[in-house]
């Protein structure tokens, strides 16, 4: 763990930190501190964020050449199941919530700990359970389904399916248990003085998230459980051969895993929402249509599962339904994107490390947005259905949405964590790599897939020369620019664990925030609050700090 | 959230260190038990999707395959986990009202009721087993058309997994027990029997449906 760190004694006062107040790795382990749990969970979420990224750059050096000539269709395959499932389960749902949720979230509330601190320990403990699982899933045989399990491909294939499903179906309760403590949290143990409407809207959006985790993730366990018997017992009821409907699989996977992306972009709109405001140091434009269209995107999200389903045999009355209720979740993310931008109007911006991200994830979120409005149009999705332009799209909402407000919010509450300082110009030398390398990467894999370059496949080599070339060039750009992507991600990995050794002391609120997280030490001591908080103003009152010359 | 008052006014010995007042504490408990049960309902409520799915595709098969479960049994079952659910209440009434050895005698009752419903459960399994009515590929039964095997997948999987709940409800019933005979509950602290209560509930609930749902098809 954070070794380095635990040397720091606090900011002020002479009671120690939280890194501090206890010592040893069981200590740790067996932690009911909130702070620390997040912390496990950061360290877990980053070490599978590079197993996964290492596993992305072996699918983008095969990729690069049209021959399959890097590593066997059947490697391929694992690869690019174990990228998805990897990124999917163990990276993007648990990074903001259980990470800086976690930490942060008691904090902004000014409570001394999440509501359940025994059962946010257990959801840690299941998580590396099922982690186990997966990786076991991975030295046994590999996966090579694709992270959505597709029936009957995964009732058939030969690698660890029940593995990888058990698993998932383990990792789904350590989802629960953190959305179970969050609503819990936030209805009962609000500092004095915090109403509803003075919450940061970080914690709005955990709200909502933790909503669908608690509705959506238990119809995933279910789904999981009934493929595991398909495979295991043969019940039949996804089988064709014997009176089931593969379909069916689709339709209990993607009732999951459609509000699933809403719990991995949700949480990082909340970040975005915290960091326009601070590093803008104005107070945000529309409070409650953010905080509601959170709610609206949780419900709505809820009803557009079959907009996966386009070209899976599903009646075209409930393909045109499901189209226009997924241009209705557009809306609430819509008023997210304008109020955002409206906060930046007329704002003191300050280009800071996290406020580059943020400003990165207004652009990339946006335009992950609006492709997915080509996807969810009937007549167009016919034709870029299972090509690169799906890949391109969900990149742009899962990493350039999810991944970079969790960067963003992990540079934005660094300093509060681990009470170090990074270097400003790495982070901003990162943050261009970072932007450039994802831009290039999948916009090549848009203009490959408006082409017509289907997704999953390891070689193109036998296409007509004219489409092989084509392909070839644009995907040989992705490659170069998953390569900066990927150097980007190391230089920042560099700087931050160079941070917990050399960085300088951070002050309790090094961006003058206004929240109550900024209000204790850096990093907090044990209890969070020397006394109980009390909140008396909204979160985003910047006004009096500026007159100080901040 | 109320104003904050100090521990000692209206605190209690398991009040843990995070909350204020007794009130908070338990008011958390029961909202959070409120919502796993939220969780367990959207759980079994994808059983009842695929159920609903194939009830849709075979109505017929589901018709004849459903007079292979025995009702009788079903029925008493269902009597005897009603019957559980209302001794479990008469546990938290017992406990509001600090009436030990009724909590406690109340208790056992519950949690052998439970043990008598998965007797009944185990002998209709049996008979299932040896008439060859079992899920998907296993199936050896004769005289049924179109699949059966998928009526008796569910079957076994719906019961299967109430069952690991029932389970599931003993373990904590025996918890409750034990702590209750150390007299750990009273008027002052019953949080944990009335949360294992709304647990048992639930679980009773599901049965509810799942007996008309598989043994009454019409």
């Not at chain 1, 946006?366 to 409005?373: C, E, S």
């Not at chain 1, 167009?380 to 350039?400: P, Q, S």
Request: charged share 10%; aromatic share 16%; hydrophobic share 50%.
């Amino acid at each position: 763990m954070t070794t380095a760190a635990e040397t720091i004694d606090p900011a002020e006062g002479n009671e120690p930190s939280y890194l501090s107040a206890t010592k040893g790795l069981r200590s740790w382990l067996f932690t009911v501190d909130h702070k620390r749990i997040g912390i496990m969970y950061l360290v877990a979420v980053l070490l599978f964020f590079m197993v996964g990224g290492l596993l992305a750059i072996g699918i983008r050096i095969e990729l690069a050449t049209a021959p399959g000539d890097f590593v066997s269709a059947q490697t391929y395959n694992k690869l690019f199941t174990l990228h998805g499932a990897i990124m999917v389960f163990l990276v993007i749902i648990p990074a903001i919530p259980a990470s800086l949720g976690n930490f942060i979230l008691p904090l902004q509330l000014g409570a001394k700990d999440v509501a359940f601190p025994k059962l946010n320990l257990a959801s840690f403990h299941i998580y590396v359970v099922g982690a186990l699982f997966l990786l076991y899933a991975i030295v046994s045989g590999g996966l090579d389904t694709g992270w959505t399990f597709y029936t009957p491909y995964s009732t058939s294939t030969d690698t660890s399916v029940i593995a990888a499903t058990t698993g998932a179906f383990i990792l789904g309760f350590s989802s629960i248990f953190t959305g179970l403590n969050f609503i819990v949290t936030i209805h009962k143990m609000r500092a004095a003085g915090m109403t509803w409407t003075r919450m940061p809207l970080f914690i709005w959006s955990l709200y909502a998230t933790s909503v669908i985790q608690i509705l959506a993730t238990p119809v995933l366990a279910i789904t999981l459980l009934l493929l595991t018997m398909e495979r295991w017992l043969g019940i039949g009821i996804f089988d064709a051969s014997m009176g089931g409907d593969p379909v069916l699989f689709q339709h209990f996977f993607w009732f999951y895993s459609h509000p699933a992306v809403y719990i991995m972009i949700l949480p990082g709109m909340g970040v975005i929402s915290e960091l326009v405001t601070t590093h803008s140091r104005k107070n945000i434009f529309g409070y409650r249509a953010i905080a509601y269209s959170s709610v609206a995107i949780a419900l709505i999200g809820f009803l557009v599962w079959g907009h996966h389903m386009f070209v899976s045999g599903q009646s075209m009355i409930a393909s045109a339904i499901f189209s226009f209720l997924t241009f209705g979740v557009a809306v609430p993310t819509a008023i997210k994107v304008f109020s955002w931008v409206a906060t930046l109007y007329k704002g003191s911006i300050r280009l800071t490390t996290p406020m580059l991200y943020a400003l990165a994830f207004l652009f990339l979120f946006t335009i992950g947005g609006l492709t997915g409005l080509f996807l969810g149009t009937l007549a167009t999705d016919v034709h870029l259905h299972d090509t690169y332009f799906v890949v391109a799209h969900f990149h742009h909402t899962m990493m350039g949405g999810g991944l970079i407000a969790f960067i963003a919010g992990l540079h934005h509450w660094w300093p509060k964590m681990t009470g170090r300082l990074y270097s400003e110009l790495w982070g901003k030398i990162a943050f261009v790599l970072v932007f450039v390398g994802f831009s290039v990467t999948f916009f090549a894999q848009f203009v490959a897939g408006t082409n017509g370059m289907p997704r999953r496949y390891h070689s193109y080599d036998s296409l007509s020369p004219a489409m092989r070339d084509l392909y070839e060039y644009w995907q040989s750009i992705s490659s170069i620019g998953a390569y900066v992507l990927g150097v980007g991600m190391f230089i920042i990995l560099f700087y931050l664990i160079h941070s917990l050794i050399r960085g300088k002391r951070s002050g309790p609120n090094p961006w003058g925030g206004k929240s109550l997280e900024w209000e204790t030490a850096s990093p907090p001591i044990e209890h969070n609050f020397h006394g109980h908080p009390i909140c008396k103003h909204g979160p985003y009152d910047f006004d009096e700090i500026d007159h100080q010359g901040a | 959230m109320s104003e904050p008052v100090e521990n000692s006014v209206t605190g209690h010995r398991f009040l843990q260190h995070h909350f204020f007042t007794a009130r908070q504490q338990y008011d958390s408990a029961k909202l959070g038990m409120w919502l796993f049960c939220v969780q367990e309902i959207l759980f079994f409520s994808g059983l009842f999707m695929a159920y609903a799915a194939v009830r849709f595709f075979y109505p017929e098969t589901m018709l004849a395959a459903h007079e292979f479960l025995s009702v009788p049994m079903g029925a008493i079952n269902t009597v005897v986990l009603l019957t559980s659910s209302l001794t479990m209440a008469l546990a938290v009434r017992s406990a509001q009202l600090n009436l030990q050895k009724n909590l406690k005698f109340h208790l056992v009752i519950t949690i052998l009721l439970a043990c008598v419903f998965l007797v009944i459960k185990y002998f209709e399994y049996t008979h299932k087993i040896h008439a060859g009515m079992l899920p998907g590929k296993y199936y050896a039964g004769e005289g049924l058309a179109g699949s059966p095997w998928i009526f008796f997948g569910l079957y076994f999987l719906m019961t299967g997994v109430h069952g690991i709940h029932v389970i599931g409800g003993i373990v904590v019933m025996v918890w409750l027990l034990i702590r209750a005979r150390r007299g750990d509950f009273g008027a002052e602290y019953y949080t944990p029997v009335e949360n294992v209560g709304l647990y048992w509930h639930v679980v009773d609930v599901i049965w509810i449906f799942l007996f008309p749902l598989l043994y009454l098809v019409k």
